[in-house]
């Protein structure tokens, strides 16, 4: 079964700082999408960047970025210029392609604290 | 265009009571997916309906049940509840394949079991 990892439960960055929040996963599979979600207080998960891994360009949304390395696992997520709203839980998941067993699994979750 | 809609936003139950939650898509979307959210074990995937058919499950026992209507409205049922259904149930809906296409996410229903 996959499983994706997120390593640190929380993390602060200063108003207009650069962080990255790490994410890693296992998978046996070749093809497949990841995701990062965020979740404000509000509750309301928006999606926030999606890769997809047969394609080696790391996907980027304004500022928001991912470092996507397939061999290691890895799935990264760098946020530039941080802003107070950027402030919310980060998940990461990961969902295979085909094989009828298409389900979203995420990781726990890192809480960002934007510092004024 | 309206938001997916779950509603109740919050419930509260006693152990061995059933209750039925309720998610309004997207206007046009057909696919809807439940989650489960708890502080110890994180997202939880509970299933995925599209065009009203089961198309994924997540490994919860059969006390949870859901079903999509032919409006693309979903309800899920959680029957003989239990301390640890206490949880924030998410449902999403995107316009065609889950795989695909963004997921878009209500507020979510606040379930506390007594």
């Known amino acids: 079964a996959q499983t994706v990892t997120q390593s640190q439960p929380e993390m602060s960055v200063q108003e207009a700082e650069t962080v990255t929040l790490s994410c890693t996963y296992d998978?046996?599979?070749?093809?497949?999408?990841l995701f990062w979600y965020k979740q404000p207080p509000s509750r309301q998960m928006t999606l926030v960047i999606r890769q997809e891994a047969y394609k080696q360009q790391n996907a980027t949304e304004n500022r928001f970025s991912v470092n996507f390395q397939k061999a290691a696992k890895s799935f990264s997520l760098k946020i530039s210029d941080s802003q107070l709203g950027d402030a919310a839980m980060y998940f990461c998941?990961?969902?295979?392609?085909?094989?009828?067993?298409?389900?979203?699994?995420f990781g726990k979750g890192t809480k960002l604290t934007v510092n004024p | 265009k309206a938001g997916v809609t779950q509603t109740p936003r919050y419930l509260i139950k006693t152990r061995g009571q059933q209750v039925t939650l309720s998610c309004s898509p997207i206007?046009?979307?057909?696919?809807v997916s439940w989650y489960q959210q708890t502080p110890g074990q994180g997202l939880q995937f509970l299933f995925e309906y599209f065009s009203e058919t089961q198309r994924n499950k997540g490994n919860f026992p059969g006390r949870f049940s859901g079903r999509q209507f032919s409006n693309s409205r979903s309800e899920m049922n959680v029957s003989t509840l239990e301390l640890g259904d206490s949880a924030l149930y998410l449902c999403?809906?995107?316009?065609?394949?889950?795989?695909?296409?963004?997921?878009?996410f209500g507020s979510g229903t606040q379930l506390s079991v007594l």
């Open positions: 999403a809906s995107s316009p065609r394949d889950l795989l695909v296409e963004k997921l878009f």
């Open positions: 206007s046009g979307h057909r696919s």
């Open positions: 998941a990961y969902r295979s392609v085909g094989g009828g067993s298409e389900k979203l699994v």
């Open positions: 998978t046996s599979e070749s093809d497949y999408y």
